[in-house]
């Protein structure tokens, strides 16, 4: 069982950056697919980056391909979303989560979540 905490999250400017940070704590954090995702109000929540467990390989969806890094420390049991050149459409609510399985798209594929942590970019 893995419990996960986000941090990092806060108001920045369109074109800024922040780095949100997921803390795993319980056993086998390196047996697990990592995922983010973001809800906006009254949107669905949405996959955004995934890394695998296995050999490290990245996923992106498109709308943060480019902007966006995701990686993890498997020693530390954390992981990262650097992301860039932010948005207005980037504010949302973003959540880590991990995945027995693999990475994949859907929330319901995920075991553990973060509580989340809001992100708002505005000028």
């Known amino acids: 069982q893995l419990q996960l905490v986000e941090s990092g999250g806060g108001l920045v400017q369109p074109g800024g950056s922040l780095r949100l940070s997921c803390a795993a704590s319980g056993f086998g954090f390196y047996d697990y697919a990592m995922g983010w995702f973001r809800q906006a109000p009254g949107k669905e929540r949405e996959g955004i980056a995934c890394?695998?467990?296995?050999?490290?390989?990245?996923y992106y969806v498109d709308s943060v391909r480019g902007r966006f890094t995701i990686s993890r420390d498997n020693v530390k049991n954390m992981v990262y979303l650097q992301m860039n050149n932010l948005k207005s459409e980037d504010t949302a609510v973003y959540y880590c989560?991990?995945?027995?399985?693999?990475?994949?798209?859907?929330?319901?594929?995920?075991?553990?979540w973060g509580q989340g942590t809001q992100v708002t970019v505005s000028s």
């Open positions: 890394i695998s467990r296995v050999d490290g390989s990245t």
């Open positions: 989560a991990a995945a027995s399985t693999k990475c994949n798209w859907y929330p319901g594929g995920y075991d553990y």
